[in-house]
């Protein structure tokens, strides 16, 4: 089995082709992209033994120039993020959790998910998460009553609220 080609040492123009190559296949945030370069250059320098610390203005430098070129923008990335998951039935505990996560900042959050929060939308996400799970109304009626208190604790640890949990919970299919 042949051993896997040594990592190089980090220059500019690796480091910019790394970040480029990334964000052609993956949406993402300036830290998250920080952080992904990191491990890069953390991989070589292991290898080489070397200091990671001599490369982070290399870092600096690509993220900033991915900002300035409009190929990373937090709002934008924030917002995207945000109509994905709540198409796919995510709450808005759910959706500032993983923004957060990614490195996105609490206003740039707060921005986005503002755009789209409203109860109708938080209903509508619960409903979304509800048949996608098979839960509640979405589940075997002979099995439905015996799972109602399972049923609302996954809902409530996807981040909606009981009151909403319990509305969607209880609703008959024909509602």
Sequence with gaps: MPSRASPKLPSLERLSKAAVHYLERYS???????RVLERKVMNACRHHDRDPEEFSSLIETVVEKCLQSGLLNDQVYAETKTASLRRRG????KIEAQLSAKGVDRETIRNAVAADD????????????ARR????PY???????????????AMCRAGFSFEIARRIIDVSLDD
């Design 118 to 129: 409203d109860d109708e939308a938080e209903l509508d996400a619960a409903r979304i998460f």
């Design 28 to 34: 993402s945030s300036k830290a998250n992209l920080q």
């Design 133 to 136: 799970r098979r839960l509640g």
């Design 90 to 93: 995510g709450s808005r505990r």
């Design 139 to 153: 589940r075997n009626e002979k099995d439905r009553q015996g799972r109602r208190d399972k049923d609302l604790a």
